[in-house]
């Protein structure tokens, strides 16, 4: 398999971790901006996505790390082709699970509360989701 492909998911995940610690870091410096329809504040998300499994407590960044690995070592075995979407959504998926470590919760920051109340979230959330539907995409594509 071409390492140029590895390389480029390899750099696919520093990067995004890099840059979704670096926002986070604002927000944990104080930064804040409330606006009409998306505010900018600090959340400190101790379950996944709404909330969910908060229960958990301490297990649940393990299990998050146990699940990247076998979702990544699964998609690698699956071909180059999906190389780079699995980059992208390890990299944000090891951003999150570090907050857990470092921070005892994962870093949110954008609340949507234009219309109605939305979830807080972060940028590593919003790859993790452009990646997972990049992953989508390729598999139900036709060879």
């Not at 140029?4 to 390899?10: E, G, H, I, N, P």
């Not at 379950?47 to 790390?65: H, N, R, S, Y």
């Not at 076998?70 to 999150?96: D, E, H, Q, T, Y």
Request: proline share 1%; with cysteine; aromatic share 18%.
């Amino acid at each position: 398999m071409n390492k140029k492909v590895y390389y480029s998911a390899l750099l696919m995940a520093v990067g995004i971790f890099v840059v979704d610690q670096n926002i986070k870091s604002i927000f944990l410096a104080g930064y804040r901006n409330y606006a009409e329809c998306i505010s900018l504040v600090f959340a400190l998300n101790k379950g996944v996505a709404f909330t969910m499994f908060a229960f958990l407590g301490e297990w649940l960044k393990w299990i998050q790390l146990a699940l990247l690995a076998v979702i990544g070592w699964n998609i690698v075995r699956m071909g180059k082709k999906f190389l780079l979407p699995l980059g992208i959504v390890i990299g944000a998926g090891l951003s999150n699970v570090y907050d857990r470590f470092v921070h005892g919760g994962v870093v949110d920051y954008v609340y949507w509360h234009c219309g109605f109340e939305f979830a807080i979230f972060n940028f590593a959330d919003v790859m993790i989701d452009l990646g997972v539907i990049w992953l989508l995409i390729l598999s139900f594509r036709k060879k």
